[in-house]
């Protein structure tokens, strides 16, 4: 899967430029948590719900509302937006974009194409992903089989009792186990024969360690 499917499109976007009480607004209007800032077309910084709330007067003030909204009106964007952003491309592969994310604790990413902007992709995004590949929620069973030594044909097994019960299989995820060297399966597949299923992936040497 690439940004491209999943990204928002033509994000709305702000000004360096633009007064920080109006970022805010906007920003609390849409629910957005990130705003891209843009200066002719070009990608200039980023600014977040987070920023805001540094530059905004302590609650504990005895500044009027009147006050901390006139301290705002004179901070504009460019002086408290992060510069220079951290961006991926379209075509970037989404778990590309997931370890990008992840390593520099940023939640979320401009998406640029040929030096412009063109969309954004948030942890809310990329959440979704997630719960996509594992289907959560779904009407399907999930078969986890753990431990699973690195071997050829092992995972052709699983797909082989599959066909030989005529089960389809909404999804088949393979992930490495931390420091062990072996994997775990998740199969998910309907309801029907799934107590048959589970015992021919035993007496295959495949035990199913859990069923959700």
Known sequence: MLVATWMTADPVTVTPHARLK???DLMTKHEFRHLPVVDQGKLV???TMN???KASPSPATTLSRGEVNYLLDQIVVSDVMTRDPITVGADTPVEDAALLAYRHKIGALPVVQEGRLVGIITQ??????MMS???AGEGNRRIS???MPRELGSFRKVVDILDEYRTPFS???????????LYTYFVRVPDRQLPEIIEALKVAGMPATHVS
């Open 45 to 47: 910084g980023i600014l």
């Open 133 to 135: 590949i594992f289907q």
């Open 51 to 53: 920023d805001v709330r």
């Open 22 to 24: 109006e970022a805010e």
């Open 145 to 147: 089989i753990e431990g």
């Open 124 to 129: 809310s995004d990329l959440f979704d992903i």
């Open 171 to 181: 999804s088949i995820l393979v992930f490495p186990q931390r420091d062990s060297g």
